[in-house]
């Protein structure tokens, strides 16, 4: 069974910065993409940040020049570097990789159980 596990969320003030961290873990053959996504309430899911497994990086607009995405393949870890952060970065920070399992063929999306960021003004 394949599981992401992230770490990192927390109260900040506008400015401030955090760290997030991914881990993947379990009967995992290969990882392509991992990336990102951020949830506000009352709002649909959006995509924050990817990395393709070559660390090709993709960015929503908003972040450009203040998140950097980066990963260690080798620890089957993505992070996610959050710098000069706004009271509209405040959400529920999701984690998301395609994996396939050992124990089959297919790729698969995973998602993580979500990490609280909180932006104070």
């Known amino acids: 069974q394949v599981q992401l596990v992230e770490s990192g969320g927390g109260l900040v003030q506008a400015g401030g910065s955090l760290r997030l961290s991914c881990a993947a873990s379990g009967s995992i053959f290969s990882i392509n993409a991992m990336g990102w996504y951020h949830q506000a309430p009352g709002k649909q899911r959006e995509l924050v940040a990817a990395i393709t497994s070559g660390g090709t990086t993709n960015y929503a607009d908003s972040v450009k020049g203040r998140f950097t995405i980066s990963r260690d393949n080798a620890k089957n870890t993505v992070y996610l570097q959050m710098n000069s952060l706004k009271p509209e970065d405040t959400a529920v920070y999701y984690c998301?990789?395609?994996?396939?399992?050992?124990?089959?063929?297919?790729?698969?999306?995973?998602w993580g159980q979500g990490t609280q960021v909180t932006v104070s003004s």
């Open positions: 998301n990789a395609e994996i396939r399992d050992r124990r089959w063929s297919e790729w698969y999306d995973y």
